[in-house]
């Protein structure tokens, strides 16, 4: 192994190792709260939440810090389903986790100030910001096709700080994308129904949101499969991980991004249609209607009671 790939297996290697850390780190940080918080409040975050979180974790070690992190460099499809897999699932994953407080809980008390961490005026900026559905939307496509143009995709196959760059970009992206849903949906299994939140914070704006997500990301999908040219010049020197040549690896690629997102993005959104087309739903959107007001009793009437 010469000079160069020595320098650059170390310089990887210690990515990794710094990417698992973190990693750990924030799992034990969130375990450490949840524990906590349902110490003190035992109905407050329901169990499934903790499961939700930890698995994201774990798929996001898979995309970025295990063996499979460095075959993307010998096969665009791997690399592909790496990104797929840190936007479209283990984003939505940690958001269902409702992180937030957990991590603020775990956290030991000589790291946490006096005042509320989520009362500040640039926190409550940062959250009508982050609940606004296009800015949310333009930044999941923006890192799509931004990322996939050749040269930004040259870049990060020849760096591994670019690369990793490259992958917290795609994670980035994917929480602000699925922020406006998540957040949007009745999902605490640990509160009751109620009427009036489906009214509030679903709409028909979330299926629209995200058929028009799958856009992008099929007409990138048909470009890399009918373009019959190979984009990436990257992986004509790559040695092959399996028996398909560069193109054809392209064209599986683009195949896998095509369908992917399609169910990952149009199968909520099914569900959710049908939750807003539901009778309970409708019943709930219906404007109230005054009650009438009950017969106020005279003496004899209470003297009955």
Same mark, same amino acid.
């Given at each position: 192994?010469?000079?160069?790939?020595?320098?650059?297996?170390?310089?990887?290697?210690?990515?990794?190792?710094?990417?698992?850390?973190?990693?750990?780190?924030?799992?034990?940080?969130?375990?450490?709260?949840?524990?906590?918080?349902?110490?003190?409040?035992?109905?407050?975050?329901?169990?499934?939440?903790?499961?939700?979180?930890?698995?994201?974790?774990?798929?996001?070690?898979?995309?970025?810090?295990?063996?499979?992190?460095?075959?993307?460099?010998?096969?665009?499809?791997?690399?592909?389903?790496?990104?797929?897999? !840190?936007?479209? *699932?283990?984003?939505?994953? !940690? &958001?269902?986790?409702?992180?937030?407080?957990?991590?603020?809980?775990?956290?030991?008390?000589?790291?946490?100030?006096?005042?509320?961490?989520?009362?500040?005026?640039?926190?409550?900026?940062?959250?009508?910001?982050?609940?606004?559905?296009?800015?949310?939307?333009?930044?999941?496509?923006?890192?799509?096709?931004?990322?996939?143009?050749?040269?930004?995709?040259?870049?990060?196959?020849?760096?591994?700080?670019?690369?990793?760059?490259?992958?917290?970009?795609?994670?980035?992206?994917?929480?602000?994308?699925?922020?406006?849903?998540?957040?949007?949906?009745?999902?605490?299994?640990?509160?009751?129904?109620?009427?009036?939140?489906?009214?509030?914070?679903?709409?028909?704006?979330?299926? &629209?949101?995200?058929?028009?997500?799958?856009?992008?990301?099929?007409?990138?999908?048909?470009?890399? *499969?009918?373009?019959?040219?190979?984009?990436?010049?990257?992986?004509?020197?790559?040695?092959?991980?399996?028996?398909?040549?560069?193109?054809?690896?392209?064209?599986?690629?683009?195949?896998?991004?095509?369908?992917?997102?399609?169910?990952?993005?149009?199968?909520?959104?099914?569900?959710?249609?049908?939750?807003?087309?539901?009778?309970?739903?409708?019943?709930?959107?219906?404007?109230?209607?005054?009650?009438?007001?009950?017969?106020?009793?005279?003496?004899?009437?209470?003297?009955?009671?």
């Amino acid at each position: 192994m010469s000079m160069s790939g020595t320098h650059a297996h170390v310089q990887m290697l210690s990515l990794t190792l710094v990417i698992t850390g973190v990693l750990v780190l924030t799992a034990v940080v969130y375990v450490r709260g949840w524990l906590c918080l349902r110490k003190a409040f035992p109905e407050l975050i329901a169990g499934w939440r903790l499961a939700a979180f930890i698995s994201g974790l774990f798929l996001v070690w898979i995309a970025v810090a295990s063996p499979l992190a460095a075959l993307d460099h010998r096969s665009l499809t791997i690399h592909m389903m790496k990104h797929l897999m !840190l936007m479209t *699932v283990a984003a939505p994953l !940690l &958001l269902a986790g409702a992180p937030a407080f957990p991590l603020v809980c775990g956290f030991p008390r000589l790291f946490i100030k006096s005042d509320r961490p989520f009362g500040s005026w640039s926190a409550r900026w940062l959250e009508r910001a982050l609940m606004r559905p296009v800015l949310c939307w333009l930044a999941g496509t923006t890192a799509v096709i931004g990322w996939h143009l050749p040269a930004a995709f040259q870049l990060g196959m020849r760096s591994h700080w670019v690369h990793s760059l490259e992958d917290g970009t795609f994670l980035l992206a994917g929480l602000l994308f699925w922020w406006p849903i998540i957040t949007a949906q009745p999902l605490l299994a640990e509160t009751r129904f109620n009427e009036a939140t489906l009214t509030t914070t679903t709409s028909w704006s979330v299926p &629209l949101y995200l058929f028009m997500a799958t856009l992008p990301c099929d007409i990138l999908g048909a470009f890399l *499969v009918f373009g019959n040219r190979l984009v990436y010049p990257h992986y004509l020197s790559a040695m092959q991980l399996v028996s398909l040549s560069p193109l054809q690896d392209q064209e599986t690629a683009g195949a896998l991004m095509w369908v992917w997102v399609t169910f990952a993005y149009l199968i909520p959104a099914f569900v959710i249609t049908v939750q807003l087309l539901s009778p309970q739903t409708a019943y709930a959107s219906a404007p109230a209607r005054a009650t009438p007001a009950a017969p106020s009793m005279h003496g004899s009437e209470a003297e009955v009671l």
